[in-house]
C-alpha cells in the first residue's frame, strides 16, 4: 500500500469513527503523546484528553464530517497533510481547513499534531 493510500485509509477510519459518534475510535488513530488546536480553544495534549475534545463535538452536534487531502508530503518517520474539511453543526454547515503531522509508531501511522480553522 503506498504512503498516500494509507493516509486515505486513515483519513476513512477518521470520519467513519466521528460520524458514528465513537469518540474513541478517533482518539485511537493519535499518537499517545498527540497534541489537538482546535479553533477558538487551548491546547490539548494526549488521547484522553483529545478523546474529551471529540466527545464534546458530537455532542455538540458535529455530524457529516468529510475531509479531502490536498497535499501529502512523507519525511520518513513523520509525514504532513494539509486538506479541506465540510460537515455541520446542528443546522450550521461547516467548511474549513486543516494540517495534520502525521509519525510512523509501532502500529503504524498515527495523527501527532492536529489543528483546523473554518471559513468565514
Not at 13 to 29: D, P, R
Not at 88 to 106: A, C, H, M, N, P
Request: one cysteine or more; a negative charge; aromatic letters at 8%.
Amino acid at each position: 500500500m503506498s504512503f498516500g493510500d494509507e493516509i486515505a485509509k486513515l483519513s476513512t477510519e477518521f470520519t467513519t469513527a466521528l460520524n458514528s459518534k465513537n469518540a474513541g475510535g478517533v482518539a485511537a488513530l493519535y499518537t499517545s503523546d498527540c497534541a489537538v488546536m482546535a479553533p477558538g480553544a487551548p491546547r490539548v495534549d494526549g488521547r484522553s484528553g483529545v478523546q474529551e475534545v471529540w466527545q464534546a463535538a458530537i455532542d455538540a452536534g458535529l455530524a457529516n464530517v468529510a475531509l479531502n487531502t490536498v497535499e501529502v508530503q512523507d519525511f520518513g518517520d513523520t509525514a504532513t497533510e494539509v486538506g479541506t474539511l465540510s460537515g455541520s453543526l446542528g443546522d450550521t454547515e461547516l467548511q474549513g481547513k486543516y494540517v495534520v503531522i502525521w509519525r510512523k509508531t509501532d502500529e503504524g501511522w498515527k495523527l501527532h499534531r492536529d489543528i483546523w480553522n473554518f471559513d468565514a
